[in-house]
């Protein structure tokens, strides 16, 4: 039975993912910064030493054995361009310590673990659409945080592909969720929606398919790709 590590699983895209893994019959450890059941993991991805304790507990959980990881866990907060340069600085590494070093570390862990094992295993990355087009200029940081996932990305597939050790992104553009609510508030809400030629956001449930493919289904060969689900406001 497959063992998928998922961050950020207590709401949005994360959420519904756990809830589209379970439903294949997966048994998947969740994380969250608090905990809340007993399927998911507390670890505060700000504290540097935060990844560690996480990955040391699943594979506990999971009896040594972990298949997947699936990095969601992020934030989205705004950064303005005129700040102080102290709130500036904290709130830059404050989003790349999560969104990107975090993610990095346990990728580590996992290939490090697949590596020592001879096991094959997978990564999945929830990137973003700002990953390749950048942000508002209030977000500097969470564009510049999404490209370096996707670099890692990129890396990792080609370095272990060889080791049957498989590399996958994702780059939603808005989805609907909180985090992304807020935002289309800040830049004027429905008017955003002209920018997007499926005419709408996407909701957790379609990025979490793609998630699922990817992390169950997708085929070797397609190590390496980033699969987009913006509704073709950026494509390549």
């Known amino acids: 039975m497959t063992t998928i590590l998922l961050t950020g699983s207590s709401r949005g895209i994360g959420k519904a993912t756990a809830e589209a893994l379970r439903n294949r019959g997966v048994t998947v450890i969740g994380h969250a910064t608090r905990s809340t059941d007993d399927h998911t993991i507390a670890a505060d991805l700000t504290d540097p030493k935060a990844p560690r304790r996480l990955w040391d507990e699943a594979l506990e959980r999971a009896g040594g054995r972990i298949d997947v990881l699936i990095s969601n866990a992020g934030v989205f907060e705004s950064n303005p361009l005129d700040a102080s340069d102290t709130d500036w600085m904290d709130q830059w590494e404050r989003t790349l310590g999560i969104n990107l070093t975090a993610s990095a570390q346990l990728s580590r862990h996992a290939v490090l673990h697949w590596l020592d094992k001879g096991q094959e295993g997978r990564i999945v990355h ?95 060969s397609l190590t390496g790709a980033t699969l987009d689900a913006n509704g073709a406001s950026y494509v390549r």
């Open 126 to 220: 929830v990137a973003s659409r700002a990953g390749h087009r950048g942000d508002s200029p209030a977000h500097w940081h969470y564009a510049a945080s999404k490209g370096g996932m996707l670099a890692l990305h990129k890396t990792i597939a080609r370095a272990y592909a060889g080791k049957g050790i498989l590399s996958f992104a994702i780059t939603p553009g808005f989805t609907e969720t909180s985090m992304a609510g807020d935002y289309l508030a800040s830049r004027g809400g429905p008017g955003l929606l002209a920018d997007i030629p499926l005419g709408r956001v996407a909701n957790p449930e379609e990025i979490a398919a793609v998630a699922a493919f990817c992390a169950l289904d997708a085929p070797p």
